[in-house]
């Protein structure tokens, strides 16, 4: 082979890596954890659907509020449902980076504790590792608590989204028309059962209030994605090459290395 076959193949092997893309995740938060109350709705189930995709390991991070039954029902619910759909849904308490491994979706359910350090590392890894996570808050001042440690995680996480405590369309709503977003989270959902939410900002819209104010919103999470973010004390969070990638960059390198030493002779 001469050196200009060699230089093309180093240079398409080094090109093939650098078009494969990081991993990549996508954070979601909702201003309202009543998503499982519209189960019977095929909205909501195709919301869920869409969430779950082609998952089958679900982590679920259970909430101790039990102020209001239609809570621990939309908790209780939600389980059911992605349970019905093929998963195996994992309820915890606290959250680890061992029980995390090998889920595809993590759900933090009205957090009414703080998320400890070893919490919040664990769901940086996770989701810099490419796998996507919903937290659910509520609107105020029913559950402060479990906003503020929203907030404080998406803080953490370096996240542009933040929950900004009111009190929107309470009672049972349906979300229609165009308080429905396009995103991949929206494909086939015409109807989506909601009620008493609190408003998110700093993300990409998918479910909007009767006045237009987003109550369910996502970024991605990586330096690839539409926003790009930071995490674990503000340095950019980029997704974890995968083994075939690294092999491609070593050949690619490898190919270059020898193209210099031919030239050398």
């Given at each position: 082979?001469?050196?200009?076959?060699?230089?093309?193949?180093?240079?398409?092997?080094?090109?093939?890596?650098?078009?494969?893309?990081?991993?990549?995740?996508?954070?979601?938060?909702?201003?309202?954890?009543?998503?499982?109350?519209?189960?019977?709705?095929?909205?909501?189930?195709?919301?869920?659907?869409?969430?779950?995709?082609?998952?089958?390991?679900?982590?679920?991070?259970?909430?101790?509020?039990?102020?209001?039954?239609?809570?621990?029902?939309?908790?209780?619910?939600?389980?059911?449902?992605?349970?019905?759909?093929?998963?195996?849904?994992?309820?915890?308490?606290?959250?680890?980076?061992?029980?995390?491994?090998?889920?595809?979706?993590?759900?933090?359910?009205?957090?009414?504790?703080?998320?400890?350090?070893?919490?919040?590392?664990?769901?940086?890894?996770?989701?810099?590792?490419?796998?996507?996570?919903?937290?659910?808050?509520?609107?105020?001042?029913?559950?402060?608590?479990?906003?503020?440690?929203?907030?404080?995680?998406?803080?953490?996480?370096?996240?542009?989204?933040?929950?900004?405590?009111?009190?929107?369309?309470?009672?049972?709503?349906?979300?229609?028309?165009?308080?429905?977003?396009?995103?991949?989270?929206?494909?086939?959902?015409?109807?989506?059962?909601?009620?008493?939410?609190?408003?998110?900002?700093?993300?990409?819209?998918?479910?909007?209030?009767?006045?237009?104010?987003?109550?369910?919103?996502?970024?991605?999470?990586?330096?690839?994605?539409?926003?790009?973010?930071t995490g674990g004390g503000g340095s950019t969070v980029a997704g974890v090459p995968e083994p075939?990638?690294?092999?491609?960059?070593?050949?690619?390198?490898?190919?270059?290395?020898?193209?210099?030493?031919?030239?050398?002779?």
């Amino acid at each position: 082979m001469n050196k200009l076959h060699l230089r093309v193949a180093g240079l398409a092997l080094l090109a093939g890596f650098l078009a494969v893309p990081a991993a990549q995740a996508d954070l979601l938060v909702s201003g309202d954890s009543n998503l499982g109350n519209g189960l019977t709705i095929a909205g909501n189930q195709q919301f869920f659907s869409n969430l779950l995709g082609s998952g089958t390991n679900v982590v679920f991070q259970t909430t101790t509020h039990t102020g209001d039954p239609t809570e621990t029902m939309s908790q209780a619910d939600i389980i059911s449902y992605l349970t019905s759909k093929g998963a195996t849904v994992t309820q915890v308490s606290t959250v680890t980076a061992a029980n995390l491994a090998g889920a595809s979706l993590f759900i933090s359910f009205l957090p009414d504790t703080a998320y400890t350090g070893a919490e919040e590392s664990a769901i940086h890894g996770f989701l810099n590792s490419g796998h996507t996570a919903l937290l659910t808050g509520e609107f105020a001042p029913y559950d402060t608590a479990a906003d503020n440690h929203i907030n404080s995680l998406l803080s953490y996480l370096g996240s542009s989204m933040s929950l900004t405590e009111n009190d929107l369309d309470n009672l049972q709503h349906f979300a229609t028309a165009s308080q429905i977003q396009p995103t991949r989270y929206t494909i086939g959902v015409t109807n989506f059962e909601y009620g008493g939410v609190s408003t998110v900002t700093g993300g990409t819209a998918i479910f909007d209030t009767v006045n237009g104010s987003p109550f369910l919103e996502y970024t991605p999470y990586g330096s690839t994605g539409e926003s790009g973010s930071t995490g674990g004390g503000g340095s950019t969070v980029a997704g974890v090459p995968e083994p075939a990638t690294l092999s491609l960059l070593g050949l690619g390198l490898a190919g270059v290395g020898f193209m210099r030493r031919r030239k050398a002779r």
